[in-house]
Structures are given as structure tokens and as C-alpha cells.
């Protein structure tokens, strides 16, 4: 088995925030194959996120966006499962995003938020963001409930 790459392991930490070690099986297993490495590293933070899905999720933050103009904004409820991870300010990044979302796509409801591109990625979707967030903390993370406001909507 070759030994991983340490600049390519360093890449896929960096774009995936996966744990050094799961980067490092990657590389390993897939002979510094990048694209392969990515892969893997994909299907593994699903798979976490699918072990997590049925914890209970207490803790979390209400985040508000309003846009430039102010003429449109979303609040959304992100829950974890503990008050430490709620703190911190990648969590606090990743519900900014959602909300920012809310607010340019106007989702319906929570299914389908989950189910819309990302706004900064068009390559992953919004359940996407959430499962390797959820890969990265080590705890489930739900889209509790959201809602926007745009000016002069009834």
C-alpha cells in the first residue's frame, strides 16, 4: 500500500474538512488517487451522517440573514446535539449559509431546502452541506424549521 501524499492530503482535508485520518485511508486505499480519494470520502461522510440521523438533536442556534438591500431575509433553526457544537463558529458559518440560502431560493419547506443545490457549490446540494457538517462535528445536525420575509409579500 502506498503511503498518502502529503500535499494531497492536506487538499482533501482542506475541501472536505474530514478527519486527517479518514483523508489518509483515502489516499492510501485509492493509491493517491485524488478524484478516488474524494470519493471515498463522500460516501464515508454519508454514511456517518446515516448512523447519526436517529440521535436526539437539543442544542442548536437561530440564524438570520438579511440581504444587502434588505428587502428579503430568512431566519432558520439548526439543532445539534450538544451546546458546545452550537458555539462554534463553523456552526455558526454552516446556519449563516442555510439561511442565506432560505432567503435566495425561497424553498417551500424543509424537504425541499434539503433537496436544492447549494448556492456556493452547484455540484452538491443543501443535504450535502448538512451530512459533511455532520461528518466534520461527529453529531446530527437537523434543519429544524425556517422562514423568510420578502418586502411586500402578503
Known amino acids: 500500500m502506498e503511503k498518502a501524499n502529503l500535499a494531497l492530503l492536506k487538499k482533501l482535508r482542506d475541501e472536505t474538512a474530514a478527519s486527517i485520518a479518514d483523508c489518509r485511508v483515502a489516499l ?43 428587502k428579503v431575509g430568512a431566519m432558520v433553526e439548526l439543532l445539534c446535539e450538544t451546546d458546545f457544537v452550537a458555539r462554534t463558529d463553523e456552526f455558526k458559518n454552516l446556519a449563516h449559509e442555510i439561511a442565506m440560502q432560505v432567503a435566495a431560493m425561497a424553498p417551500r419547506d424543509v424537504q425541499s431546502l434539503l433537496k436544492q443545490e447549494y448556492i456556493r457549490d452547484s455540484s452538491i446540494a443543501v443535504s450535502d452541506l448538512i451530512k459533511q457538517a455532520i461528518s466534520k462535528f461527529g453529531e446530527n445536525i437537523v434543519v429544524k424549521r425556517f422562514t423568510a420575509l420578502r418586502l411586500g409579500d402578503n
Open 28 to 70: 492510501e486505499d485509492s493509491a493517491n488517487d485524488y478524484k478516488k480519494a474524494l470519493a471515498f470520502i463522500k460516501k464515508r461522510s454519508v454514511e456517518k451522517a446515516a448512523k447519526k440521523a436517529d440521535r436526539e438533536t437539543s442544542s442548536g442556534i437561530i440564524e438570520a440573514y438579511i440581504h444587502q438591500n434588505g
